[in-house]
């Protein structure tokens, strides 16, 4: 067993938020709730740990306190050093004074604020089992040898690459990256329903959109099937694209290497089946995801309210 005496611990029921920039600005925040019962975590000293008195304070409520964007702007107006190495000076938040309600008041904001988080969470968890059980009818029609010939990707798809745009914090329309969402802007570049990948540096994610107005980044490269949009998704999903790299400093693929990659579709009347039931599938996990784009709206609207004691727990019911 290795013995740690650096960096911070933590242990089930703390919050940590991120303390050096641009994680805070982004928001990164965690409740502990993975370890085991009495297991103390260590890890990094770029995070700052909150953890509650007992009798005092309540655990998640301090994860959503600090979560409020009131509590990170003051923690971001207190960052100092030096340019893209800025960290939150710890004595500033030590030092603030707020006003803290009766611990039962806590314990019913947070209940308000959780029970909108578990919602949130559970709609995740089943849009992966929906889409695992696409993966499992892509893998029976592998399994069973229902597929044809190879032939170039290049046959089946339009592909283009995103391009650059300055990300602002507001807008009409996302601005996605490989890795999600990076900003927002009033302008879209693509509409409709679509595969993209990571180009550059994220090499090998494949995600999808569907049926939304949204801009592209240029470290994306936007596939539009045109025919067996789930059977193509799932094949490459499927693949280790990271073959393909040909970047020296960071992983690359090329337009012309995508459309060389070789594929198999089967019959039509087996494409269209699979089709139809995986188009069943994400039209619940599209449904899903609207959902939870409500919940989170709504609950980051509570929160400050909640917070700053401009709502009361007794004003919010979700009946």
Sequence with gaps: MVSYTGGNKFRNGDTLMARITPCLENGKTAYVSILDEDEVGFGSTEY??????????????????????????IAIKSMVGSSGRQRVQLAVLENLVVNLPPLAEQKRI????????????????????????????YNQILNSGYVGSQHNLGEFIDICSGKSIKPGRKGLYPILGANGEIGRTN??????????????????????????????????LVIKPRIGYNFIYFALKN???????????????????MKGIKISLPNHIILQDFEQMCDSLFRQI???????????????TLLPKLMSGELSVEEVSFD
Excluded at 53 to 72: A, L, M, Q
């Design 48 to 73: 700052i740990v909150f953890r509650n008195i007992e009798g005092v304070t309540d655990s998640k409520y301090i994860y959503y306190f600090v979560t409020n964007p009131w509590f990170r702007n």
């Design 110 to 137: 947070a209940d308000i604020l959780g029970a909108l988080d578990d919602k949130i969470e559970l709609n995740r968890r089943i849009n992966d089992n929906l889409e695992e059980l696409g993966k499992v009818l």
């Design 187 to 220: 302008d879209f570049l693509f509409d409709g329903r679509f595969i993209y990948t990571g180009r550059v540096g994220t090499l090998g994610k494949i995600c999808r959109v569907e049926d939304e107005k949204v801009w592209m980044s240029d470290n994306t």
């Design 239 to 257: 693949m280790n694209l990271y073959s393909y790299n040909v970047g020296s400093t960071q992983p690359l693929i090329r337009q012309s290497d």
């Design 286 to 300: 599209n449904k899903n995801n609207k959902q939870n784009m409500i919940l989170s709206s709504l609950r980051d």
